[in-house]
């Protein structure tokens, strides 16, 4: 605030105490010049019954003797009064006068009557003396004293006020005056302090000062945490956005209904998305726009909204950075509300392609034989498993085949392991071009194989594929350029579709089936009928 707008303290004092003097000078004016003027007026009353007494014997005469000469200059002589307005004389021997100033009197006045009595008698009444007071008189003398006791009480009160400024200016607007100047001057933050007050120090001014000090002391302290606070503040902010912005990772917001509100730079990188459309996702449908299916991640918002805690899935993503292997992502998600009480969802997705693909592999691996890559004893009956607990009673029929190929260790034996494992491929791909693509073909180990006819109906296609079967891997196989080898196959059938047997049992059949082909000469395959008699039919290779 500039000078020139100040108001300093004493000068708002000196101002309220001229006004509070005046206004208490004009009262004590007022209240002597009401006293002043009812002196006077009770002071002419006794001059005027005292001017009375003096002229009573003169105006008695006059009256007894009705002479209007003595009676005139009577009254002329009280009118050189100035405290006689009027007088009048009045006398039981036709005498009236009457003699008054020249204009009315100011205020309405009491007239002083005076009862005459004979000079000569025994106090007979002959005649009244009266007059009326003068009240300009009355009202000058009450002005003037007024105006005197009003000069006295002003020049007493400014001069006390006077004396009170200059002691206050002194002792208390000076000092105050240099305090808010020293503490105005000081910036926030500063170290700069108060100084004393000279003839202060052990008064409230000094113990002001003192206070303002130790307050400042500590508005210091708490600037200094602050900023020590602040830096801490922007380092871990500058951390934490680094950690936002560079991490693998893809992190972002979405709303209630599912819709991005903020994510950081990786997002888009993760989810394989070009740099434009990246940008664009803001506001979009993110499940919609980043994965291949909808529900899951929509299963996993409402997982994670009805238990309160954070919930993870793998998902495929739509568009993966290398579409021929596909992309996918672990997330993270959790719900948490807004500023608003409103509900919405932070996650976390990081790129788990390659780690899928490794489980695809090392599953691929440990359910696929490396030799003809069909599947594995383990993997086939776990998915036969799962397909027969699905099975409804009276609903499609599944047929188990097991085959055994004969004379494969004449082959193996006689021709190396080479040999031998030419047979095995060979026969795991004449089997595969016997089935279809919805049927199962499976190595359980060495020579034996499976086969699972999914939903076959009729049942005598069952047959139909096994001659097929038969005939098929009973051809001769090339082992080198100048040698090839033949091996027959015995197979044994079971049905799974009206007793709805259990996978051992089922698997039991099939086995008993295919022994009784091997007891009855091999290469045939056999099924056992309703009476638990194994029927065999055989083919002679070739």
């Known amino acids: 605030m500039s000078h020139s707008k100040k108001r300093y303290l004493h ?19 007022a209240l002597s010049f009401f006293a002043e003027f009812k002196r006077a007026t009770e002071k002419n009353r006794v001059m005027l019954a005292q001017l009375l007494d003096t002229v009573e014997s003169t105006a008695a005469v006059a009256a007894y003797s009705g002479n209007r000469a003595i009676g005139e200059d009577l ?16 006398a039981d021997q036709n005498l009236d006068l009457s003699l008054a100033r020249d204009g009315p009197p100011s205020a309405a006045q009491t007239e002083l009557v005076r009862t005459l009595r004979s000079p000569f008698g025994a106090g007979e009444a002959i005649g009244t003396l009266s007059v009326i007071p003068e009240a300009n008189f009355s009202l ?3 002005r003037y004293s007024a105006m005197v006791g009003a000069f006295n009480s002003a ?6 006020a006077l004396i009170l400024l200059v002691l206050v200016r002194a002792t208390l607007s000076r000092p105050l005056m240099t305090v808010s100047n020293a503490l105005h001057a000081i910036k926030a933050g500063e170290k700069e302090r108060l100084g004393s007050l000279p003839r202060h120090e052990n008064d409230e001014l000094g113990q002001i000062v003192q206070d303002i000090n130790g307050l400042l002391d500590k508005v210091q302290e708490k600037f200094e945490d602050e900023r020590r606070l602040l830096r801490q503040i922007q380092a871990v902010e500058r951390q934490l956005r680094g950690i936002f912005e560079n991490t693998s990772a893809g992190i972002f917001l979405l709303d209630g209904q599912g819709r991005l509100q903020t994510a950081n730079p990786t997002l888009g990188r993760v989810l394989g998305l070009p740099e434009a459309e990246a ?20 299963a996993l918002m409402r997982q994670a909204d009805e238990s309160g805690q954070v919930v993870a899935a793998d998902l495929p993503l739509r568009n993966p950075v290398d579409a021929s292997a596909g992309g996918w992502v672990h997330c993270l998600l959790s719900r948490r509300s807004d500023h608003e009480g409103a509900a919405c969802f932070e996650g976390v997705v990081y790129d788990i392609t390659e780690r899928r693909a490794l489980e695809m592999r090392v599953r691929h691996e440990a359910d696929h034989d490396p030799l003809t890559g069909l599947r594995r004893r383990q993997a086939v009956e776990r998915d036969l498993a799962m397909l027969l607990e699905q099975q409804q009673e009276g609903g499609s ?14 082959i193996n034996d006689r021709h190396g392991h080479a040999a031998g494992d030419i047979v095995l491929v060979e026969t795991a791909h004449r089997l ?3 089935v279809r693509a919805s049927d199962w073909v499976a190595r359980l180990g060495g020579d034996e ?18 001659r097929h079967i038969l005939a098929a891997v009973t051809l001769p196989i090339k082992l080198s350029p100048e040698v090839q080898g033949q091996v027959g196959v015995s197979i044994g059938i079971a049905i799974h579709g009206e007793k709805n047997p259990a996978l051992d049992d089922l698997l039991k059949a099939a086995d008993q089936a295919m022994y009784e082909v091997k007891r009855q000469g091999k290469n045939g395959f056999a099924l056992a009928g309703p009476d638990g008699v194994f029927r065999v039919e055989k083919i002679d290779p070739a």
């Open 11 to 29: 000068r708002k004092l000196a101002v309220s105490v001229f006004w509070t003097a005046l206004l208490f000078a004009v009262f004590i004016a």
């Open 75 to 90: 009254l002329k002589g009280l009118l050189r009064n100035d405290i006689v307005h009027e007088a009048r004389l009045h």
């Open 140 to 142: 000058q003398e009450a």
């Open 155 to 160: 020049a007493v009160i400014g001069l006390t």
């Open 279 to 298: 940008d664009a996702l803001l506001g979009q449908d993110f499940p919609a726009r980043a994965f291949a299916a909808q529900e899951p991640f929509l």
């Open 397 to 410: 029929r599944h047929v188990v085949l097991l085959l055994d190929l004969d004379n494969f260790k004449d």
């Open 432 to 434: 595969k071009c016997c």
């Open 449 to 466: 194989f499976m086969v699972v006819l999914v939903d076959c109906v009729p049942l005598e296609r069952a047959h139909s594929i096994a």
